[in-house]
């Protein structure tokens, strides 16, 4: 299996090993110093060290239905690297994200896992 790196390379043998110990949620797994994540054929991964915030996005997607209007919630885990945003990966459900969220806050003890502020230069454009 050939893996993609968001930022920098790694070993790819190291990296195999790694991601067949994963603990597997939705399209993301957990190896022990990477988060492996798959987006379609694709395979990509990103070191824990490069992750400086991590939060879960819920949206509203509105829905037209045979009785009606209704809302889906759609859930995806959001990877930043200082003030940019590189990976929001779509996962199943919420339920996912929450577990997901638990795991990574344990990997990841010191890193912020909340939304960052918004700014009044976001509202402005």
Do not use: H
């Not at 597997?24 to 379609?40: D, K, P």
């Not at 239905?65 to 200082?82: H, N, P, Y």
């Amino acid at each position: 299996m050939k893996f993609y790196p968001v930022i920098n390379n790694l070993d790819e043998k190291l990296l195999q090993e790694e991601y067949r110990s994963a603990r597997g949620i939705g399209v993301v797994s957990i190896g022990a110093t990477c988060l492996f994540f798959r987006r379609g054929l694709k395979t990509w991964y990103i070191p824990y060290s490069d992750i400086t915030r991590f939060y879960k996005r819920i949206e509203l997607v509105p829905a037209k239905m045979c009785c009606g209007k209704g809302e889906f919630e759609d859930a995806s885990l959001v990877i930043r690297t200082g003030e940019k945003e590189l990976e929001a990966i779509a996962l199943p459900d919420n339920r996912a994200a929450k577990i997901l969220m638990e795991v990574l806050k344990e990997k990841m003890p010191g890193t912020p896992s909340v939304c960052p502020p918004k700014t009044e230069e976001a509202f402005a454009g």
